[in-house]
């Protein structure tokens, strides 16, 4: 089982830059893919980025140019810089892993962190 601790969400104007901070434990050592999504009042929670094991990111079409995933292994931390933040970015942003089980993927999750973004 892998615990999850996400952080760094608050309020920011428009054009603005947050880092958000997700903080791994427990069985880390069988995640495969970390990641953020985020859920908007009323909306589906949707992926924002991903980061593999092997480092390959991916990312929500909306958000490339503007938001970087990283992770410092040494801290079992991943990162989500975001930058140039939108008022549609607004929305509770969750840390995710996906544990492969041999048969499915496990998710864990964080608490989420409220990003909110003035105009």
């Known amino acids: 089982q892998v615990q999850l601790v996400d952080s760094g969400g608050g309020l920011v104007q428009a054009g603005g830059s947050l880092r958000l901070s997700c903080a791994a434990s427990g069985s880390i050592f069988s995640v495969n893919v970390m990641g953020w999504y985020r859920q908007a009042p009323g909306k589906e929670r949707e992926l924002v980025a991903t980061i593999r094991s092997g480092g390959s990111t991916n990312y929500l079409d909306s958000v490339k140019g503007r938001f970087t995933i990283s992770r410092d292994n040494a801290k079992n931390t991943v990162y989500l810089q975001m930058n140039s933040l939108k008022s549609e970015d607004a929305a509770v942003y969750y840390c995710?892993?996906?544990?492969?089980?041999?048969?499915?993927?496990?998710?864990?999750w964080g608490q989420g962190t409220q990003v909110t973004v003035s105009s």
């Open positions: 995710n892993a996906k544990t492969w089980t041999g048969a499915l993927y496990l998710d864990s």
